[in-house]
């Protein structure tokens, strides 16, 4: 039981390049979330999904992009990544319980040159 | 849209010493409350939470939290810190029963000194 787990975990990129981060869960999660982590502004939500097949906008939303194809994995891209883009991100999943207790992945930081 | 803000973005203590962090949030319906922790290298992790019953909650390593809806807070607290509980906190909103969110805060840094 692997939990919830981001690959990949480090990545340098070149402005205008684009990558895609991978988030899989084991933990049968209906809800998953991409959040970006950046110094004294905590963790600001990117997009989540409440479901395979299905997306949502966040509170940052522009420039990412997402896909979840398979209940257990939840995909986030940057088509052309821009030096905002700098930052760590994590994946998280929810069951539907009400408990709204989320469970982290590791995070992936992400340099933008 | 709810907001969380925690006042305190870095908080220094010496072991032993006590530790009182705020959280304040701006929804004024009810809400679910979280305190998360990051160890140095790790991903967050649930501390305890809050979604009715009493307003005194405990959560793991001794911390506890108590919600004050008069004063939309829920404040972080442990009698005595140690070394180990070095680490950054965030505390978490979700609108109960509405949407799938968690709003959290900006984070406070707490250094513990040996």
């Known amino acids: 039981n692997a939990g919830v787990t981001q690959t990949p975990k480090f990545r340098v990129l070149k402005t205008g390049q684009s990558m895609t981060l991978l988030c899989a869960q084991d933990?049968?999660?209906?809800?998953m979330y991409w959040y970006r982590q950046d110094p004294g502004m905590g963790l600001r939500l990117i997009h989540y999904?409440?479901?395979?097949?299905?997306?949502a906008k966040g509170e940052v939303p522009d420039g990412y992009n997402v896909s979840r194809l398979k209940k257990q994995n939840f995909l986030l891209g940057l088509e052309s990544a821009a030096p905002s883009q700098t930052s760590v991100y994590f994946c998280?999943?929810?069951?539907?319980?009400?408990?709204?207790?989320?469970?982290f992945g590791e995070g992936s930081r992400l340099t933008v040159l | 849209a709810q907001s969380v803000s925690q006042h305190n973005h870095h908080v220094i203590l010496s072991e032993a010493a006590s530790l009182e962090l705020g959280c304040n949030y701006s929804y004024g319906g009810t809400v679910n409350l979280f305190w998360y922790v990051q160890y140095p290298g790790q991903h967050l992790q649930l501390l305890l939470k809050?979604?009715?019953?009493?307003?005194l909650v405990k959560g793991i390593k001794g911390f506890e939290a108590e919600f004050i809806k008069s004063k939309f807070s829920f404040n972080l607290r442990k009698p005595s810190v140690q070394w180990s509980d070095t680490a950054e906190y965030f505390c978490a909103v979700k609108v109960s029963g509405a949407g799938n969110m968690l709003t959290f805060g900006g984070g406070t840094r707490l250094m513990v000194k040996p």
């Open positions: 933990m049968n999660h209906e809800y």
């Open positions: 998280a999943g929810r069951r539907t319980s009400n408990t709204g207790e989320l469970f």
């Open positions: 809050y979604f009715s019953g009493d307003p």
């Open positions: 999904s409440v479901g395979e097949g299905t997306t």
